[in-house]
């Protein structure tokens, strides 16, 4: 835990450092200030004293008697202004100090927040696929918004608390032991056990944080998945489950809370009992003192003040152990994410592609995925020429998808396997190579923004016309012209809005609208009725002359006009060929051929 601490220090908050050793400067100043209060509050009141009781006054130091008269017995109203006025200047400065110490520490632990919220962002769109399969997506939420919370509360709170600690304690006790030793020995042995008691509870502290984390990520999971589902769970009058399941979850994070809760309020109300035995000792001692004149009553008050002063950095240890013991246990669960390794990344020596042609090889492909021996593909061998239009077809299972996600590498596939304009794909920068390829695939997924930005996502500079023509094409543009807002109407989340055919042909849009040299289009037309489908490919022929094109379907109708057809089944090609030539052949496809005619004049007579 300690190195972790230490390596948090040097990656995030030493950027910083500058303002946060400015914050602890005026934090410092601040304390010391506090503690002059006491000290000048105790000749006042034994000045007070000694005019009530007619007796000479006690000895002032110089920089007292500068600033409030040599002429201070009897005390006079005169005396009690001035003396108030020091009081308000030293009020004033500590405002001054308040105010920067929040704007230098409080500013840079939100710039630490922002710094790994952003790194931690940005390495999570670095992973691959098979990481976010493993992971669910709420507690990567929780990671993101409450953890980092707890971490970016570490610096803000964490460093104040310790320079308090650090100034408020040392200058405390040094006065107690200054004005009377005896009396501060007596006083100050209860406080002993406080570092006793930080220790023995700090370790379940940290542990029981660990496990409300935990907790709550799996809450937020429930919760992101159930919202996200929503339709299905209303479809199956689920929804009492849900809560059901919920209700079990919260259940289990209010016991946790409850343990964390009893072990915080042992802490504080310890230290807090000890503190207070403390000030009682210190009074009743004090008491004694002052009737066999050893102390005065401003020297037993200033007495009584420090300890009193004591009591916030006594219980400020409490809080650095609740801070930390939290603080960690979020850094942890986010450099577990961190710690991840990215399976898919750019692997010297690379070879730059800016402009591709779009050939595309499978040379004796074979492909599991990570973690699983079972080969999802087996010994593929293809050859795909530039601006030649590829179909793939076959039963649920075989392989289709995994075989085109390979291309913009979305799994990672093994050197020597894959190539694309002859380079192989594993040399190629990935910002180039998914760049120039448009990919379709079986989920529809849409941000909750407007059609507008859906279809353009992808792309740095598009204009209304380009976004108009992808649309067009795609056979969404009439759609789009009966909505109010044309463009600008919201999808909602997930694009809820829309029906399943629409998001569809927005996706088809999307990928259409980067212009690219390979465009994958992965079971494109599912929901999309035949007549429309047959539009999108009418305007399709144009656009794709010139471009490698790979369509996957389930249609036979929809792949007889490629160049190439591949049969796949099993995980391997096992017929390739034109449309004609494949029916000829009379195996899986031309079985395929006759099944959907069959089924078509079915529908024609119905």
Known sequence: MFKQFIAFWQD??????????????????????????????????????????????????????FFLGKDLYPTNSLVILKFAALMLLVVCVQGVFIYAIRRYLRGAARRVGYDLRNYYFAHLQKLSISYFGREKTGDLMARAVNDINKVQRLVAEGVLWVSDIFTMLPFALTMLFWMNSRLAAISLAPMLLIPVVVLFLGRPLHRGYQRLQEKNAEISAHVQETLSGIRLVKAYTMENQQHRWLGKLSREYLANSMRVVFQHG?????????????????????????????????QVYAFGAYIGVLIWPAVAIGFVVDAIMQGMASLERINKVLDETPTIKDTSPLVRLPHMRGEIEFRGLSFAYLGSERMVLRDINVLIKPGQKVAIIGPTGSGKTTLVSLIPRVYEVGPGQLFIDGIDVTRIPLVELRRQIGFVAQEDFLFSESIKENIAFGVSRVDDREVERAADIAQLLENVKEFPDKFETLVGERGVTLSGGQKQRTVISRALIKDPRILVLDDAFSAVDTSTEERILSKLQRELKGRTSILISHRVSTVKGADLILVMEAGRIVERGRHNQLVRRGGLYAGMWEKQKLMEEVEAVS
């Open 12 to 65: 995030y908050a030493y950027p910083y450092r500058r303002q946060i050793v400015l914050a602890v400067l005026f934090n410092i100043a601040l304390n010391l200030v506090v503690l002059i209060i006491p000290w000048l509050s105790r000749f006042l009141i034994d000045l007070v004293t000694a005019t009530a009781q007619r007796v000479p006054p006690p000895e002032v130091p110089a920089y007292i008697s």
């Open 266 to 298: 042992i802490l504080h109300s310890a230290v807090g009992m000890m503190v207070r035995l403390s000030m009682l000792l210190s009074l009743g001692v004090g008491v004694f003192f002052v009737t066999r004149e050893v102390m005065t009553v401003g």
